[in-house]
């Protein structure tokens, strides 16, 4: 399966921005879908995910209550809607794919297959 995520940009504290990750290929409701973020110097980290049929999700504490992952199996898409940013917020934020069609939603970077290319969120005044 390929991803491909869009919608980064710059925007000051406290603002919002919306991601989204195209998936082409393979059947989409068959994967667990994820989203990870990277900061320089910084190993990537695990901000949400959602399985296959958006039953379960799963957020990291730093961005529970301010981020909300959604998907529209239909579209074939995946969407993190992240509200109240931070600068620490800033990072490449990479959409992935599980491979796994399961009732729980997984944060590991090892369990995901597929990877998206990236899209640059910058938080700054």
């Known amino acids: 399966v390929q991803l491909q995520a869009s919608g980064g940009g710059s925007v000051q504290p406290g603002g919002s921005l919306r991601l989204s990750c195209v998936a082409s290929g393979r059947r989409f409701s068959n994967y667990g879908m994820g989203w990870f973020r990277q900061a320089p110097g910084k190993e990537r980290e695990f901000v949400a995910a959602?399985?296959?049929?958006?039953?379960?999700?799963n957020y990291a504490g730093s961005v529970k209550g301010r981020f909300i992952i959604s998907r529209d199996n239909a579209k074939s898409t995946v969407y993190l809607q992240m509200n109240s940013l931070k600068p620490e917020d800033t990072a490449v934020y990479y959409c992935a794919a599980d491979d796994q069609r399961l009732t729980l939603a997984r944060t590991q970077k090892s369990q995901y297959d597929y990877w998206g290319q990236g899209t640059q969120v910058t938080v700054s005044s």
């Open positions: 959602i399985n296959w049929n958006a039953l379960a999700t």
